[in-house]
């Protein structure tokens, strides 16, 4: 029973042991708090939860770049036509296609650049011993 025992006592230390030499998960940022986080990044879990802030931002950029890409084709089509009237609804349908066409642009490019910066922060974490 002895021998039992130690042996549980041993496989537990050496669980507890891998468990701590893990790497911990990304802890998770908010806009607030990244200048702070970037200024004291000296871990890798300290670049990987920047790199983890960053892979959002570019989620929602993209989610944002469909959104707006709906809208223009919505746009594009015009008003639904009420008495044959055009008037100035159209000019307004006429000049927010352009307008979603250059958001969609520039929410592509933020999402380019946040997967940029999120792999510049993985490639840090990366190299920290």
């Given amino acids: 029973m002895h021998r039992l ?3 549980i006592v041993s496989a537990f230390l050496m669980v507890l042991g891998l468990t701590l030499g893990m790497s911990q998960p990304a802890r998770a940022l908010d806009a ?4 702070s986080a970037i200024e004291n990044a000296a871990t ?5 939860a920047i790199a983890a802030f960053y892979d959002s931002e570019a989620k929602t950029a993209r989610t ?9 084709k919505a746009y594009a089509k015009g008003p639904k036509p009420t008495g044959g009237r055009k008037g100035s609804r159209w000019a307004v349908y006429r000049t927010m296609s352009p307008h979603c066409e250059d958001l969609v642009k520039g929410y592509k490019k933020a999402a380019h ?12 974490a990366s190299e920290i011993k």
Wanted: hydrophobic content about 35%; aromatic content about 4%.
């Fill in 44 to 48: 890798t879990a300290d670049h990987e």
């Fill in 32 to 35: 607030a708090g990244l200048p």
């Fill in 64 to 72: 944002q770049a469909e959104r707006h890409s709906a809208m223009g």
């Fill in 113 to 124: 650049q946040y997967d940029e910066m999120a792999a510049a922060h993985r490639k840090e």
């Fill in 5 to 7: 025992s130690a042996r």
